[in-house]
């Protein structure tokens, strides 16, 4: 049991600049374990999760990330499910942005559609 929620802890969330920044939106986690069901109930990797100002640009984030909100995760590929086909489970689960990338996806809740795929 985790304290966000069934299977997600705050520490999964934080910022890994280490500044203890993990305020990470109720609904976000809601749609995670959604997500982490269609994945047939397999662990769900949270590579990054929240992030501050200063690390998001560390990493090349958005100017306008929904990281910077605790809105958006990235999930690392889950063995045995294609990225495609973790985004189409992504899309069943209600995320309103998500993002194709070669060994995760970005999910959030923006509050309108977007997509993309940044596959190489
Ligand atoms: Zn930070
Ligand atoms: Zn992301």
Known sequence: M????AHFSKKEFACHCGCGFDQVKQ???????KLRELCGGKPLRINSGCRC???NKTVGGAKNS??????????????GISI???AKFAEQAGFDGIGKYNNRIHVDIRGCKARWDYRK
């Open 2 to 5: 985790g304290d966000l929620s």
């Open 27 to 33: 609904e976000l986690v809601a749609k995670l374990e």
């Open 53 to 55: 100002a200063k690390h």
């Open 66 to 79: 929904q990281h910077l909100y605790g809105t958006a995760a990235d999930v690392a590929q889950v063995p």
């Open 84 to 86: 495609d086909q973790m």
